[in-house]
């Protein structure tokens, strides 16, 4: 699968789930901790914006480890690209970062998924509400709607601790037509910001798409629920959110 249909045509999800081989070709920072993985994988299925994939590494003793990682960009031909956040003490995150080289071979399942999906359909607009680096899938499903015809509004509320802590930060530095896109600080703004640092409120989501819009909300747990209560008190319909959250 390329991209999503024409608008208003949703997109059944590719056969989930079987191991890979992939090879790295290339590493590209984020933020300090924050790492974009480049993969070819021949013979990629294909998978809609908002799934993920579990990564498999094997030492040299037989010992293996499995984690599951967000796909950052809709499908392309063999090309499938993670966003990794390297977790301090972690097992597998770091080493994903910082020290898999370019051109090592791991083992990529997938694609795994089917709730926290967009499947391209222009029938509403669409609301994507991200903590952290939990902006890795929900830039897959902006991507995707780059490359569509619709003109119905796309809005992204993207919540960091600072502004050292953007992912993606040259992409979401431009907008494109019918698109919003808003960062917000919660522990320290950038000089001269309108806005004050601190939690996500229901002020922010003022101009942004009203209820009836499709909502995605990722991040970590204490995040995702307080945006989600933020929604629905705005008025937004619980069917209409989904939500995938970590930690």
Known sequence: ??????????????????????????????????????????????HLPGQHVDVRLTADDGY???????LARPADGDVVELGVQAVPGGE???????????????????PLGGWFVWDGAADSALLLVAGGCGVVPLMAMLRARRQTTTGTPCALLYSVRDPDEVWYADELGTPRPHESIRVLYTRRAPGGASRPAGRVTRDDLEGLPPPGARCYVCGPTGFVEHAGDLLRAAGHPADRIRTERFG
Do not use: C, N
Request: net charge positive.
């Open 64 to 70: 293996q480890a499995v984690r599951s990682y967000s």
């Open 92 to 110: 597998v995150s770091p080493y994903l970062a910082d020290d898999l080289p370019v051109g090592a071979r791991i083992e990529m399942k997938g």
């Open 1 to 46: 699968m390329g991209t999503p249909d024409a608008p208003g045509r949703p997109v059944t999800p590719p056969r989930p789930g079987r191991w890979f081989p992939a090879r790295l070709v290339e590493r590209e920072e984020q933020t300090a901790t924050g790492r974009t993985l480049r993969f070819d994988v021949p013979r990629w299925p294909g």
